[in-house]
């Protein structure tokens, strides 16, 4: 017995523990790159956040990744000490702050003081000559969905009025005011489109009391650009139009009003990002695609939308995603009567100029700002 017993130690704390040692299921296991998310609102808003947490599922699918996330941040001081838990609390190296104010100052703010942590925001305007090398910036060519939904929406509406509930009067936003309309006036240039904007990205009394002003005014067609569009959709809904969406699907919430969308697909540019900090390439700082890239795509048509109006969209689709296709082509008017693109000149998607656009098209009533 006694020989059984030193023998089945010397196995234990001798050979085995040897052999067991030199295992690689023992060995030390690479550490996973630890990305960290932040949100303006909620996760599941049917809107701007849930765009970018979808993509963010998909990252939690790859080997290697592990994901840290916070909702709710407001776009003050408190995401940066978001940022900051991330970097010295969960040891995150990558960081994907989403909302268009977390830029300037915040990322700004921090980034130097975290020069080995990598900062990729959504929208923002990354500049060389000012920026830090460890900062940069994705979006995508939404505009081109919006141009879609205005085919769309041309061939649906009756009343040639249409209804954009807008957050801020950014170049983001008009650019997407103005590709809207362009795409409705392709079809009809009697069509106008009548854009109120409620001041913030999120502001659901606000929002509410936006769509049935334009419902009022006689709008039968609506979109939208604000952080959730739910309450546009099933306001709008409720009064009997029809929706074009934004950001992420909404059909779900009103299938009989919801006509096609525009949505994005950032998991695309997400991987771009991961791949290069696992790889220790240099960090991407200014990021972009449309359709044909996979950083943007379009809902399915609501069953409502005729095969008429679908071809129509589907043969300008054909066209963006063979890159044979400018939204903002001249001659090309703002609404105050002053050309804005020359005769024969057009702006291709990665023209800057588009990010810095201050005006609205011929056909929009009001004013940018």
Known sequence: MDSMLWTRRAWITGVAGAGLAASPLLQAQPKPLV???????????????????EAVAELRKMAGIKVVEEENVPETVAVQKSMQGMISQDGATLLFPTSFGYFDPHILALAPKNPNVRFSHCGGLWNEAKHPKNVGSFFGYIDEGQYLNGVIAGHMSKTKKLGFVAAKPIPQVLRN?????????????????????????????KEAEATNSLVDQGADVLTMHVDSPKVVVETAARRGRMVCGYHASQAKLAPQAYLTGAEWNWITAHRQFVEAARSGQPHPNFVRGGLKDGFVKTSPYGAMVPEGARKGADAVKA????????IFSGELRDNTGKVVIARGQSLKQTDLALENMNWLVEGVTGRPA
């Open 35 to 53: 990305v960290g998310v932040i949100y303006v609102g909620p996760r599941d808003d049917f809107g701007y956040n849930q765009a970018q947490a």
């Open 319 to 326: 066209k963006m995603m063979a890159g044979a296709f400018d």
């Open 177 to 205: 005011i103005n590709a809207f309309t362009l795409g409705a006036r392709s079809v009809d240039p009697k069509i106008t489109t009548t854009p109120i904007f409620t001041g913030d990205w999120s502001m659901p009394v």
